[in-house]
């Protein structure tokens, strides 16, 4: 049951109100209600008695204390103080509505959801695009068209923008060499992009995203920064072209600047970002250097390795050794709460938290809202079994493969296993055939809260930033720069392998799957 849905069953009442997590169900003797209690929508169990509900008008804001308060508060935030002729601020603040308050609608929710939240990943595009594509895979469009206004680059022609970079062939061609795609014909991918890129910039009006609130400041004539005392920026090795545009923009108008970033980490050119983006900003700025060498967070053991990356990095004073070891064998019962596995590629994670959850360890895997995405599943298949989920949850992901395949969407691809996989190794750790037991198992393995008191497997992207006392590194060869084509590629991958080696504060782990043992 969705929110805003109900259901009749003889004298008993089901609804599902807009807003809530839970629905309500009504008991009813004749015309007289009987109880109301809640209940669950997935298990349809019962959870407690309650003594009233509200249903309100279909809206894209619902007004409430909870909401109310979060927009007084993000209203400020964002516009400074509030002036006694705001009757925006003033409505909302006596619980009225308000014509045009939907356009705020992120200031009274935590968080928001598109469409594509709900979509599965799937390719959405215009019918007059079609043609433009034919044969030109729209995964490689979406990257690169992502890599390119990360970068800067509005197409020639576009109303009241002009580019950072210039819309030319080589440029384009540049952005396809670094994200190392084996286009079919270039000139199709180059032409789809740049039309998905203008029609894209071209409906910007409507909906923004987080691209759009760097582009309009930024590419629109008319807007200016306060000046503030002084501006702080970190992690400045990771700033793409626009950020960093923004970042100067802010920056000449403060009384100071301070940048801090280590160029060694800089691992995400795929959005754009390049490996210079901390130079570049210093030359604009015209900062000092003050080079900080020293590591408070490794052991000796671990810098020893990382000094083949970063020859003058030092050890703090009293640094411990620590420990360095290497398995050929994945045992997952070496592995305990609050370890942290790391991986180059998505799918090594996914495939040993199945073995984890299999082994009854609790897991949960960073970058991934797998919970969400299964839960979804088992609303909409309307499976009353775990035996007959998995079964529908075949189905879906054999339509999914379909269209992947199809479409020449490797992630898509992968995704549709990788989520098919989890699924079947959940049921088997089920004690019985009941979607209720599912889905609590499932809580219970994926639930982000008490990272500590499970094992968390990610990426070491997701990972760059964070510590923990034991790392263990899944298929270290899979960052190996003889893998990678450009030159670029190669010095982002050993700027990886440098991330993945000072991660951990006291033991750090090099595992290999039999795929990948060679080295």
């Given at each position: 049951?969705?929110?805003?849905?109900?259901?009749?069953?003889?004298?008993?009442?089901?609804?599902?109100?807009?807003?809530?997590?839970?629905?309500?169900?009504?008991?009813?003797?004749?015309?007289?209600?009987?109880?109301?209690?809640?209940?669950?929508?997935?298990?349809?169990?019962?959870?407690?008695?309650?003594?009233?509900?509200?249903?309100?008008?279909?809206?894209?804001?619902?007004?409430?204390?909870?909401?109310?308060?979060?927009?007084?508060?993000?209203?400020?935030?964002?516009?400074?103080?509030?002036k006694k002729d705001d009757t925006l601020y003033e409505a909302i603040s006596q619980n009225t509505a308000h014509s045009g308050m939907e356009h705020f609608l992120p200031l009274f929710y935590e968080r928001t959801d598109t469409?594509?939240?709900?979509?599965?990943?799937?390719?959405?595009?215009?019918?007059?695009?079609?043609?433009?594509?034919?044969?030109?895979?729209?995964?490689?469009?979406?990257?690169?068209?992502?890599?390119?206004?990360?970068?800067?680059?509005?197409?020639?022609?576009?109303?009241?923008?002009?580019?950072?970079?210039?819309?030319?062939?080589?440029?384009?061609?540049?952005?396809?060499?670094?994200?190392?795609?084996?286009?079919?014909?270039?000139?199709?991918?180059?032409?789809?992009?740049?039309?998905?890129?203008?029609?894209?910039?071209?409906?910007?009006?409507?909906?923004?995203?987080?691209?759009?609130?760097?582009?309009?400041?930024?590419?629109?004539?008319?807007?200016?920064?306060?000046?503030?005392?002084?501006?702080?920026?970190?992690?400045?090795?990771?700033?793409?072209?626009?950020?960093?545009?923004?970042?100067?923009?802010?920056?000449?108008?403060?009384?100071?600047?301070?940048?801090?970033?280590?160029?060694?980490?800089?691992?995400?050119?795929?959005?754009?970002?390049?490996?210079?983006?901390?130079?570049?900003?210093?030359?604009?700025?015209?900062?000092?250097?003050?080079?900080?060498?020293?590591?408070?967070?490794?052991?000796?053991?671990?810098?020893?390795?990382?000094?083949?990356?970063?020859?003058?990095?030092?050890?703090?004073?009293?640094?411990?050794?620590?420990?360095?070891?290497?398995?050929?064998?994945?045992?997952?019962?070496?592995?305990?709460?609050?370890?942290?596995?790391?991986?180059?590629?998505?799918?090594?994670?996914?495939?040993?938290?199945?073995?984890?959850?299999?082994?009854?360890?609790?897991?949960?895997?960073?970058?991934?809202?797998?919970?969400?995405?299964?839960?979804?599943?088992?609303?909409?298949?309307?499976?009353?079994?775990?035996?007959?989920?998995?079964?529908?949850?075949?189905?879906?992901?054999?339509?999914?493969?379909?269209?992947?395949?199809?479409?020449?969407?490797?992630?898509?691809?992968?995704?549709?296993?990788?989520?098919?996989?989890?699924?079947?190794?959940?049921?088997?750790?089920?004690?019985?055939?009941?979607?209720?037991?599912?889905?609590?198992?499932?809580?219970?393995?994926?639930?982000?809260?008490?990272?500590?008191?499970?094992?968390?497997?990610?990426?070491?992207?997701?990972?760059?930033?964070?510590?923990?006392?034991?790392?263990?590194?899944?298929?270290?060869?899979?960052?190996?720069?003889?893998?990678?084509?450009?030159?670029?590629?190669?010095?982002?991958?050993?700027?990886?392998?440098?991330?993945?080696?000072?991660?951990?504060?006291?033991?750090?782990?090099?595992?290999?799957?039999?795929?990948?043992?060679?080295?």
């Amino acid at each position: 049951m969705e929110p805003g849905e109900f259901a009749v069953r003889g004298s008993i009442f089901d609804v599902m109100p807009a807003g809530e997590n839970e629905g309500f169900r009504l008991d009813w003797f004749g015309d007289d209600v009987e109880s109301i209690k809640r209940f669950d929508p997935m298990t349809q169990i019962t959870t407690a008695p309650a003594g009233r509900f509200t249903l309100t008008p279909t809206s894209e804001v619902l007004l409430s204390d909870a909401t109310i308060s979060n927009f007084r508060t993000r209203y400020r935030e964002l516009f400074g103080a509030v002036k006694k002729d705001d009757t925006l601020y003033e409505a909302i603040s006596q619980n009225t509505a308000h014509s045009g308050m939907e356009h705020f609608l992120p200031l009274f929710y935590e968080r928001t959801d598109t469409i594509f939240d709900y979509t599965e990943g799937a390719q959405i595009m215009l019918d007059a695009d079609l043609e433009l594509l034919g044969a030109t895979p729209p995964g490689q469009v979406r990257a690169l068209v992502d890599a390119a206004r990360g970068r800067g680059l509005v197409p020639e022609g576009t109303p009241g923008m002009t580019g950072l970079i210039a819309d030319n062939e080589r440029e384009w061609a540049g952005l396809i060499a670094d994200l190392d795609i084996e286009a079919r014909d270039s000139n199709a991918l180059i032409g789809a992009a740049r039309r998905a890129l203008t029609v894209s910039i071209a409906q910007s009006g409507g909906t923004i995203d987080f691209m759009d609130m760097l582009y309009m400041p930024i590419l629109t004539d008319g807007t200016t920064f306060p000046r503030t005392d002084l501006a702080m920026v970190d992690e400045l090795q990771d700033l793409d072209p626009l950020q960093r545009r923004m970042v100067e923009m802010v920056g000449a108008e403060s009384g100071g600047f301070i940048g801090v970033g280590d160029p060694r980490q800089a691992i995400f050119s795929w959005r754009g970002t390049g490996l210079d983006a901390m130079e570049r900003v210093a030359r604009t700025m015209e900062c000092a250097a003050l080079p900080l060498s020293v590591c408070y967070r490794c052991p000796t053991s671990h810098l020893d390795l990382a000094r083949e990356y970063v020859p003058q990095i030092e050890a703090a004073p009293g640094a411990i050794a620590g420990l360095v070891e290497e398995h050929a064998v994945i045992d997952p019962a070496r592995f305990a709460a609050g370890d942290v596995i790391i991986c180059r590629m998505k799918a090594p994670c996914v495939d040993l938290a199945i073995r984890l959850i299999q082994a009854g360890i609790p897991t949960r895997v960073l970058g991934r809202d797998i919970a969400a995405s299964i839960e979804e599943l088992v609303r909409s298949s309307g499976a009353e079994s775990v035996t007959a989920l998995v079964q529908a949850a075949q189905r879906r992901c054999d339509r999914a493969q379909a269209r992947a395949a199809k479409l020449d969407d490797d992630r898509a691809l992968a995704e549709a296993a990788d989520r098919q996989r989890i699924i079947e190794a959940i049921a088997e750790t089920c004690d019985d055939n009941s979607i209720a037991t599912f889905v609590r198992r499932l809580r219970f393995l994926f639930a982000e809260e008490d990272g500590a008191a499970k094992v968390t497997l990610c990426t070491i992207h997701k990972f760059k930033g964070m510590q923990a006392r034991r790392v263990w590194w899944l298929d270290e060869n899979l960052c190996d720069e003889n893998r990678v084509k450009s030159p670029m590629a190669a010095q982002e991958t050993r700027n990886l392998r440098y991330v993945a080696l000072t991660r951990s504060t006291d033991e750090l782990h090099f595992i290999y799957s039999r795929d990948n043992r060679d080295r």
